[in-house]
Each structure stands twice: as structure tokens, then as C-alpha cells.
């Protein structure tokens, strides 16, 4: 009998150096969760953030969730000057390019963040015609008109008012543009409302009136790279754009008029690719945009909120997934960004170290009768929503 006893201590003591090692495994898996469930009371903040050089005095706004997320957003250009989220470990980060403070932006700013308009995108030759008007626009992209003009919606200062709802915290920031800026007819009453969630959205959402017939399109130009902003470029991310149609352009970047299938080539985003995949290859579009910087027909009908573009970044897992009301996207792969800007905290910007996901109408509508309509006259409520949500994988 005594000699069959080890027989019986073996699997016991397995079966206990089993448990042990589940018990253990399992606090800590629950201490590691914990750690990326700390709740913190979300909040906004307000604060001082200079004056332009024509004494504009210009506040920045903090939004922080109960997940920690975290966006500041200053009334220069209603602009998200950083966006930190967190990476598959729960460590923040930020990730979206900008400088550190008000003269970066004034000084020399490629849209880092900011809202455009009046119209985003380009006019061509800054010239359209409405209800037997010509109209021309300030042109600041060699003959033709870019992101509002000269002076657009990036460099004014807006008014602004924050708020907290039960769920999420925002910024209501507003701008009265005058009939005649940039070449625009009318005056145009317009918002840019700014909400962080709890579900970790950004939300973007745009009201616009008007007292005479104007084109708007306005839209959000932050530049994200979701490894952290400076952290190196931006080929790596894959991307997926819910669109088969895309609006090619000539060489100085005005659509054609025509929509183009993506079928069968380097603008297929329908399944994701990584963004470097095939930047390179030659491909007349690609080269016309020295890479990515195109407009993408969304697979939708109407004004729905649905899912345009998806973004995944391998090394800290984040995602993000962009939904809209609008009918298209512009993606951007910074491919002006040249390692002559040095940006936030010292970091140099060089060339698709972010990339932008524009929604909006089509580049070039008020020129282009066949495209949805970007004009908006009295009476009517321009309205634009756009959701930025974040998690991890
Ligand atoms: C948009 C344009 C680009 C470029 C960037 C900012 O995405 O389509 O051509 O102007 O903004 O540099």
C-alpha cells in the first residue's frame, strides 16, 4: 500500500501547480484590465492659449473622457491642436501632428487640425457661376482656389462656448463669415461642434446659414498618425475605404468630373492594405498627387451616418474608424510634409509622417453640375456630421 502513494501526490501536486499558475495568470489579466479601465471624471477645461499677432485673444479648450482620452482644441482655425488615445496597453498617446503652441499655427501651418472652409477641397481657377453670377474667389494653389482662400476658416479666430452632456464633454465653437470674404457671397452663419464621448468618439458636427445662394463644404484636416504623432511615417498603417468609385483629377489636382471604378487598382481600399503597399507604383493618378490625395465616393445613398473609412496601426493596435453623413472622403498621405516642419515636443514632420481623412463633397462641385451640390441658400440648414471612433486591437 505505502508504495502506491507517490502515485497519488504526482497528479495532486500537478493539479495544485495548475491552479496555482490559473490564479495567478487571471489577477494578472484583471490587474492589466484594471489598469486600462481607469476612470477618471470627465471634464473640460479652459485656458489662455496667446493672442494672434492682431491681438485676437485665443483660448484653448481641454476635453477629457472617463477613459482618459484626451482632445484640446483651440479657437484659431477651431483647431484640434491633440488627441491622445491609447495604444493595445492602455498608454496614451498622441496622434495627431501640430505645434506646441499659437505661433507654430500662425507662423506656417499645412492645415494641422483645423476646420476648413469656406469650401474644402478645390474651385478651379478660384471661379464658379450661380443663378447667372460669376464669382472669383481668392486662388492660393497655384491658379486655383484651396480650403477656403487666402484667409480661410483656418486662420480665423471663432467664438466658443463648452459644454458637458451626461455622456461626454464638448466645445461649440462659431463663425460669422462675412459676405465677400475670399470672393464668397453671403453671410455665412456657422458652427464646428466639437464632443468627446465616453465610447471614445470624436464627434464633428457643422451647422451653416446663409442669407444669399454660397457653395460650403467644410471639413476637418487633422494629419493622424496613430503610432504617436512624429513617430515616423505613416505607410505601415492599413487603411479601408467603403468606397468603389473614386473622382479622378488632372495634374493640378481638379477632378475631371469623371467617377472612376477603384477596381483593379492602387485605389482599391475596399479590403484594407497597408498605405505603403502600392504608394509607388506607376500609376498617372499617384504621380499627379506625388501619392494619395484623392477624393473617394462613399458606397452610400442620402445623408446616413455610416462607416467611411477604417485605419489600423500593427505596433500600438489603435484604430480608428471614421463614420459620416457626407457623400465622399478625401485621403490625404502627406505627401507634402518635407522634414522642414518641426513640430510638437521637437519632432520632425518629414514627408506621410501623418495622413488626413477628409469628408466632404466632391473637390470642385460649384464647376461640376453632375456632382452632388454644394450650394446652400437661404432658408436652408447646411448640416455635417462626422464621428472619429477609437479602440484598440
Ligand atoms: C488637402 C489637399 C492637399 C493638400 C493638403 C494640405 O488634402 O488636397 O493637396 O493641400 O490638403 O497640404
Known sequence: MAKQKPL??????????????????????????KSM?????????????????DE???????????????????????????????DRNGKLD???????????????????????????????????????????LATNNEENHLHGGVKGFDKVVWNAQSFE????????????????????????????????????ELKVSYEAQTDKATPVNLTHHSYFNLAGQGKGDI???????????????DKGLIPTGQLQTVKTTPM???????????????????KYGLGYDHNWVLNKKGQDLTLAARAYEPTSGRVLEIYTTEPAIQFYSGNFLDGSITGKQGRVYKKRYGFCLETQHFPDSPNKPQFPSTILRPGQKY???TVHKFYTR
Open 94 to 136: 498622441d496622434i495627431t501632428l501640430g505645434y506646441d503652441d499659437l505661433a507654430g499655427y500662425i507662423k506656417e501651418n499645412p492645415y494641422f487640425g483645423v476646420i476648413v472652409g469656406r469650401y474644402g477641397n478645390r474651385i478651379a481657377k478660384g471661379r464658379f457661376s450661380l443663378d447667372g453670377t460669376t464669382y472669383q
Open 37 to 53: 479601465e481607469v476612470k477618471v471624471k470627465m471634464n473640460v477645461q479652459e485656458q489662455s492659449f496667446g493672442q494672434t499677432p
Open 56 to 86: 485676437h485673444k485665443v483660448k484653448l479648450y481641454t476635453l477629457t473622457n472617463s477613459n482618459g482620452l484626451k482632445a484640446r482644441i483651440m479657437t484659431y482655425g477651431a483647431t484640434l491642436v491633440s488627441l491622445e488615445v491609447p
Open 268 to 286: 482599391d481600399f475596399t479590403k484594407p492594405y497597408t498605405i505603403g503597399a502600392r504608394i509607388n507604383q506607376d500609376y498617372e493618378q499617384l
Open 235 to 249: 505607410l505601415g498603417h492599413e487603411l479601408m475605404i467603403n468606397a468603389d468609385r473614386f473622382t479622378p483629377v
Open 383 to 385: 448640416t455635417h456630421l
Open 8 to 33: 497519488f501526490v504526482f497528479p495532486i501536486f500537478v493539479l495544485l501547480a495548475t491552479a496555482i499558475m490559473l490564479c495567478l495568470c487571471c489577477s494578472q489579466l484583471s490587474c492589466k484590465r
Open 165 to 200: 452632456q451626461s455622456d461626454a464633454v464638448g466645445v461649440k465653437l462659431t463663425y460669422l463669415s462675412k459676405d465677400g470674404e475670399e470672393g464668397y457671397p453671403g453671410n455665412l452663419e456657422c458652427s464646428a461642434t466639437y464632443t468627446l464621448t465616453n465610447n471614445d
